[in-house]
Structures are given as C-alpha cells and as structure tokens.
C-alpha cells in the first residue's frame, strides 16, 4: 500500500487518529443512565465560559449573527478538504456536512472528557481545524448543475420534494414525540446542556445527541424544533445520497426514481401507523441509513471504478455512523466478507479496497469502543429490550412477515427488479454491490434477533435503488402506467396522516383539544402526565418507557430507568412502572431480582395509587428503611 493514501486522506485520517488519542489520554467514565440516578438541573450550569457564552449569544446586534454563524459553521468547517475530494457538487455537499458532524462529534466528547463542553472552545478548535485546511490545501469550486429533466421527471422531482416537505413539517412541529427520540437522545442532550458533562443511556453512541446539544449551545437554550433540524438536514442528505446512488450505478433517471421509490415506500422511518402520535423520523434510523448508504456507495466506486479514494471514504463514512448506531458494526465482517470474495475472485475488485475501509471505518471510532471496554467490560449495550424482544428468538416466519407488512412495497419492486439486472450482464456486478448490504441486516437478525421494520430501513436507500431501476424498465415502456402503479400503490396511511391529520387538525386548529393532545403523545402517557401532575409532589423513580415522563415534569427529581437494586427507591415518593415490561426481561436485566415484584404487591413497602393501560404509580409508604435484604 505505499503511496496508496493522498495527502487529503491522510489529513483526515491523522485528524481523527489524534482526537481519538486525546479522548483515551484524558479518558474517565461518562454518566450513564441504567441503573444510575439521572436527575435533570432546573437551571443551566453557571461558569465563566458558560457566562461568556450567555453574553456573546446576547449581543444586541451581533448575538442573533453569531448564533447563526456558530451553527451553520459548525455544520460546514470541513469544506476545504471536502472540495479536495470530488469534483461532483452533490458529493461535496454530503461529505461536507457528515465529515463536519463527525469531526464535531469527536470534539464534544473531548471536550466532555476535558469538563470544557462549551461552545467557545469547541469553537475555536473548530475554527484551528478549518485553517490548517486553508494552509495545506487550496479549495476548489465544485461542479454544480441541474440535471435537464423532462416534464414528468419534474413531476416525479416534485412528488418527492412534497413528501419530503411534509415530514420536515412534522418533524420541526411536532419535536421529541417518539419514544427513543424523547426518552433517550433528546434528554441526554438536555441534560449535557444544563450539566456541561456528557452522558449516554445505555452507552450509546452520541453523534446525534452531541449534534442537538451542539444546537443548544448556538441558540444559547433548549430549543427542541432547532435541535431538530439536525434530523431534518440528514433526511434531506438521505435523499440526496439514494439520488447519486441511483444515478453513479446506472443514469440520472433512475437515480430520480430510486430517490422517489425512497420517499413514497419506505415512509422515512415513520410509525405504523404513521400518525402525528409518532415522531416523524426516528433519531437515529435516517442519520444510520445515510452513512451506512454512503459508506457502500463509494466502496461500490472503489470496486466498478476505480475511483482513487473511495476505499478511504467508505471507511470514514462507516466509522461515522458507528458513532450513530451500534448496529452499524455488523458491517465490519461484511467487509472481511468482501475481501474474502476478492481474494477468490479478482474480477470483484482489489482485496485491500475493503480492509482500508474497514480500518479507517474503526479509526474514526476506536476511543469510544475502547472507553467502552474500559470502564463497562463490552463493546456495546447488552440489553436494550424495545429492540431485543427480551432476547427471545425470532422465527423465520415472523422476520419475513414482519418485513413484508413494514416495507411491503419497498421489497416488492425490489423482488421485480432482480431478474431484469441479473439477465443484463453489464448489471450483474452493480446488483450484487446493492445486494450485499442485506448481508448486514439478516445477520444482524440471525445473530441478535432485532426487530425487523427499523434495521431493514438501513438498507432502504439500497432497496429503492433497486426499485428505481424497476420503475425505470416501466417508464421506457409507458410512462403514464408507471403513474397509475405509483398512484395505487401509495400507502394509504400517507394520505390520512398527512394531509387529514397534519393539515385539518393542525394548521385549522393549531390549539388542539385535550384529546388531540393526548394522541399526539403516545395516549397512555399522556393520561400518566396528567395524573402525576395532579396527584403526586415528590420525587419519581420511573421504570421503563414511563421515562419519557420525565420529559413532561419539568422541576422533578426523578430517577432511573430499571433499577439495579431497590435501595435506589430511597428518597423518592413514587414509583412509576411500565407494565409492558415482563417478569422474565426485569429478571434478566436487573439480576434475578424478582423480590421486586413481590415488593410491589406488599403494602408495607408500596400502594397502589393509579392503575391504567401501561402504567402502574406506587406510592413509597417507607422511603427510609432499606429493601436490600
């Protein structure tokens, strides 16, 4: 490999090797959630950076400037070497944003270990970073152009700009109403903001709670629709990324009709069904999709091109959203997995193509996994029950019924797409590129056994690529029976939860009335909300998805989220749980601490004060004495 690297890829790859090495070098342990208190400040923490930063955002004149600046900086400081990368404009943009985000990321969580997380000093860090750029790199204009579309093609441009305009709507309206969004990385980068210390339920990657903290600290505040426009900006680059994907496999045609195929029959992640009772995109699913899409477009390059550099982008692009999403790491044999297949055959492509990626890919994220190993003793969360069922294993039947009912329409013209690539022998190789990313996906089924409907959406844009070149045999056929099939085949819940529910009940009544209300955050929680805040005045130990509530009870100490022991009760008045969590998953989480439940139903220690749909509340009767035995 000597003389492999250019110096653009070096930069980088020395870049994110140094900061990597100052997070071990001042490693400590970072806040964790499970089985720990997570008490949210009333009041921001007060410092002198803090003061300074609180100043510099209130400028008469100049604040509103600097916030302004301070974000869309933030978002783009990686330009210089970006512009070095490609000559393509659409390129430039992608790798622009992910390399600045990813970069950022890794800055925060220094400056976590550092107790400098503050927007002045990541600032300036950031402001050295761009202008070391400047010194070793001259910046190149890239190439940007529209591509001449035809009239239907704007059509189909348009139909999918409208989608994605809606559920921007809904996504910067409605913010933090998912259960993962608000429970988790919503309330993590609430409360690194107030307490300046970083923090990680279930030590999880914090790409995008570092990102919606990075927001606070701009806009000098806990601004959730701003926070949001960070899951906005990558559904947009999620789009974007299907379009090229479409367009450097095959023509600009398909590229738009894989860009469509993502937009009406993948539902960018929404809930099923997709009602304004759920978020409109999940936080992690749409930033997991983009890098894990980008990552095995430029590795496709690499092997169909030959393009210099894209071994090493794939690379960075996968260690990206291994700061995103742990399921990312399924990834990592795949690679392995391809390198074998070029070892075998050499018509596939260059064997070290795939070992580059895989390095860089583990160079971008190593501290984090070793801080992991560390202090936790595994790489990676062992239970997260939403996702594992309560590790019970599912059956074939259940993964393609599953996948069928979540993504039917997706998988389907995926399905028909197949044999005209595969009858072409100019598409065999290109096919096999698209199909080798639902190695990570059903083996991530096999060996974690993972709910199906969100790890399948990592591999959407890869899917719709391959329905764009369905819809694209069908439209050199006749374009107006493609219409008729788009038509029929939109979902239906698009149509009532778009247009019914956004536009008649919100933008006609923008007040809504306490039912309304109360769909729009997840019903039983809702009534829970109301409850608590009526009935009870003292602390709240919350168990389960009855966290969210803490995103609701402003000023209240609550705690935990299943607790290790049930000493961890003391000093608080209540007990809310979640009695969707069964017996077996709190015996396996917390230890075979069954005396729980027997606790629960023992009046001496709990009463029953309210009981309905998923959730119980307790009041502590004994807060003082001890529940160890």
Same mark, same amino acid.
């Given at each position: 490999?000597?003389?492999?690297?250019?110096?653009?890829?070096?930069?980088?790859?020395?870049?994110?090797?140094?900061?990597?090495?100052?997070?071990?070098?001042?490693?400590?342990?970072?806040?964790?959630?499970?089985?720990?208190? #997570?008490?949210?400040?009333?009041?921001?923490?007060?410092?002198?950076?803090?003061?300074?930063?609180?100043?510099?955002?209130?400028?008469?004149?100049?604040?509103?400037?600097?916030?302004?600046?301070?974000?869309?900086?933030?978002?783009?400081?990686?330009?210089?070497? #970006?512009?070095?990368?490609?000559?393509?404009?659409?390129?430039?943009?992608?790798?622009?944003?992910?390399?600045?985000?990813?970069?950022?990321?890794?800055?925060?969580?220094?400056?976590?270990?550092?107790?400098?997380?503050?927007?002045?000093?990541?600032?300036?860090?950031?402001?050295?970073?761009?202008?070391?750029?400047?010194?070793?790199?001259?910046?190149?204009?890239?190439?940007?152009?529209?591509?001449?579309?035809?009239?239907?093609?704007?059509?189909?441009?348009?139909?999918?700009?409208?989608?994605?305009?809606?559920?921007?709507?809904?996504?910067?309206?409605?913010?933090?109403?998912? *259960?993962?969004?608000?429970?988790?990385?919503?309330?993590? %980068?609430?409360?690194?903001?107030?307490?300046?210390?970083?923090?990680? @339920?279930?030590?999880?990657?914090?790409?995008?709670?570092?990102?919606?903290?990075?927001?606070?600290?701009?806009?000098?505040?806990?601004?959730?629709?701003? *926070?949001?426009?960070?899951?906005?900006?990558?559904?947009?680059?999620? %789009?974007?990324?299907?379009?090229?994907?479409?367009?450097?496999?095959?023509?600009?045609?398909?590229?738009?009709?894989?860009?469509?195929?993502?937009?009406?029959?993948?539902?960018?992640?929404?809930?099923?069904?997709?009602?304004?009772?759920?978020?409109?995109?999940?936080?992690?699913?749409?930033?997991?999709?983009?890098?894990?899409?980008?990552?095995?477009?430029?590795?496709?390059?690499? %092997?169909?091109?030959?393009?210099?550099?894209?071994?090493?982008?794939?690379?960075?692009?996968?260690?990206?959203?291994?700061?995103?999403?742990?399921?990312?790491?399924?990834?990592?044999?795949?690679?392995?997995?391809?390198?074998?297949?070029? @070892?075998?055959?050499?018509?596939?492509?260059?064997?070290?193509?795939?070992?580059?990626?895989?390095?860089?890919?583990?160079?971008?994220?190593?501290?984090?996994?070793?801080?992991?190993?560390?202090?936790?003793?595994?790489?990676?969360?062992?239970?997260?029950? @939403?996702? !594992?069922?309560?590790?019970?294993?599912?059956?074939?039947?259940?993964?393609?019924?599953?996948?069928?009912?979540?993504?039917?329409?997706?998988?389907?013209?995926?399905?028909?797409?197949?044999?005209?690539?595969?009858?072409?022998?100019?598409?065999?190789?290109?096919?096999?590129?698209?199909?080798?990313?639902?190695?990570?996906?059903?083996?991530?089924?096999?060996?974690?056994?993972?709910?199906?409907?969100?790890?399948?959406?990592?591999?959407?844009?890869?899917?719709?690529?391959?329905?764009?070149?369905?819809?694209?045999?069908?439209?050199?056929?006749?374009?107006?029976?493609?219409?008729?099939?788009?038509?029929?085949?939109?979902?239906?819940?698009?149509?009532?939860?778009?247009?019914?529910?956004?536009?008649?009940?919100?933008?006609?009544?923008?007040?809504?009335?306490?039912?309304?209300?109360?769909?729009?955050?997840?019903?039983?929680?809702?009534?829970?909300?109301?409850?608590?805040?009526?009935?009870?005045?003292?602390?709240?130990?919350?168990?389960?998805?009855?966290?969210?509530?803490?995103?609701?009870?402003?000023?209240?100490?609550?705690?935990?989220? *299943?607790?290790?022991?049930?000493?961890?009760?003391?000093?608080?008045?209540?007990?809310?749980?979640?009695?969707?969590?069964?017996?077996?998953?709190?015996?396996?989480?917390?230890?075979?601490?069954?005396?729980?439940?027997?606790?629960?139903?023992?009046?001496?220690?709990?009463?029953?004060?309210?009981?309905?749909?998923?959730? !119980?509340?307790?009041?502590?009767?004994?807060?003082?004495?001890?529940?160890?035995?």
């Amino acid at each position: 490999m000597k003389g492999r690297f250019r110096k653009e890829a070096l930069y980088l790859l020395a870049l994110f090797f140094s900061l990597n090495i100052l997070i071990l070098l001042f490693r400590r342990d970072w806040f964790s959630c499970v089985g720990d208190e #997570a008490i949210i400040p009333n009041e921001p923490l007060t410092t002198p950076l803090s003061a300074l930063e609180f100043r510099l955002l209130s400028l008469p004149l100049l604040g509103p400037l600097v916030r302004l600046f301070t974000f869309l900086f933030g978002l783009t400081f990686m330009y210089p070497v #970006a512009s070095r990368l490609t000559k393509d404009g659409l390129i430039f943009v992608l790798l622009t944003v992910s390399l600045s985000l990813c970069v950022l990321t890794l800055l925060m969580f220094l400056m976590g270990m550092l107790d400098l997380l503050y927007l002045i000093p990541v600032l300036v860090i950031c402001i050295l970073i761009f202008l070391s750029q400047h010194l070793l790199f001259e910046v190149k204009t890239p190439k940007f152009s529209l591509p001449n579309l035809t009239l239907h093609e704007m059509c189909f441009l348009s139909l999918a700009f409208l989608v994605i305009l809606i559920l921007s709507f809904r996504t910067l309206y409605f913010p933090f109403i998912a *259960a993962d969004t608000l429970g988790r990385y919503g309330m993590e %980068a609430k409360f690194m903001y107030l307490s300046r210390k970083l923090m990680s @339920i279930n030590d999880y990657p914090l790409l995008i709670p570092l990102s919606y903290l990075y927001t606070y600290m701009c806009f000098g505040g806990v601004h959730e629709h701003l *926070a949001k426009l960070i899951d906005v900006i990558f559904m947009w680059m999620l %789009a974007s990324s299907t379009y090229l994907f479409g367009r450097d496999l095959f023509n600009k045609k398909v590229g738009l009709f894989s860009m469509l195929s993502l937009c009406l029959f993948s539902w960018f992640a929404l809930g099923e069904p997709p009602t304004i009772s759920q978020d409109g995109l999940e936080a992690l699913e749409v930033p997991s999709a983009f890098f894990f899409s980008m990552s095995v477009f430029f590795l496709s390059r690499y %092997a169909l091109k030959k393009k210099g550099m894209d071994a090493e982008l794939s690379g960075l692009m996968l260690g990206a959203g291994l700061w995103c999403k742990h399921a990312l790491l399924i990834a990592l044999p795949v690679l392995l997995f391809l390198a074998f297949l070029m @070892i075998l055959d050499k018509k596939i492509g260059s064997t070290e193509g795939p070992l580059i990626a895989l390095l860089c890919s583990l160079l971008v994220c190593f501290s984090f996994y070793a801080l992991n190993l560390r202090f936790h003793g595994y790489l990676f969360e062992q239970v997260v029950y @939403i996702d !594992t069922q309560f590790y019970r294993p599912i059956e074939l039947s259940q993964i393609l019924s599953n996948a069928l009912m979540h993504r039917e329409m997706l998988i389907l013209f995926s399905l028909l797409a197949l044999p005209v690539l595969l009858v072409r022998r100019e598409s065999r190789k290109k096919a096999f590129f698209l199909l080798l990313p639902a190695l990570v996906v059903f083996s991530y089924w096999f060996f974690v056994h993972a709910k199906i409907s969100r790890y399948l959406f990592l591999i959407a844009p890869l899917l719709s690529v391959l329905s764009g070149t369905f819809l694209d045999e069908l439209a050199r056929r006749d374009i107006i029976l493609t219409w008729v099939i788009i038509m029929l085949l939109l979902p239906e819940h698009l149509y009532y939860s778009l247009g019914k529910e956004v536009f008649l009940e919100v933008i006609k009544n923008p007040l809504m009335s306490e039912e309304d209300k109360r769909q729009l955050v997840l019903g039983d929680l809702y009534d829970l909300e109301k409850f608590l805040e009526e009935n009870t005045t003292g602390g709240l130990y919350l168990m389960g998805d009855s966290l969210l509530m803490g995103y609701f009870l402003e000023g209240r100490k609550f705690g935990g989220w *299943a607790p290790k022991s049930m000493r961890e009760l003391e000093g608080y008045d209540f007990f809310v749980m979640d009695s969707s969590l069964s017996e077996d998953f709190f015996d396996y989480y917390v230890g075979n601490q069954t005396e729980v439940f027997d606790r629960l139903n023992d009046e001496r220690y709990f009463k029953k004060l309210y009981n309905k749909g998923r959730f !119980t509340v307790y009041e502590i009767c004994f807060p003082e004495c001890s529940f160890q035995e």
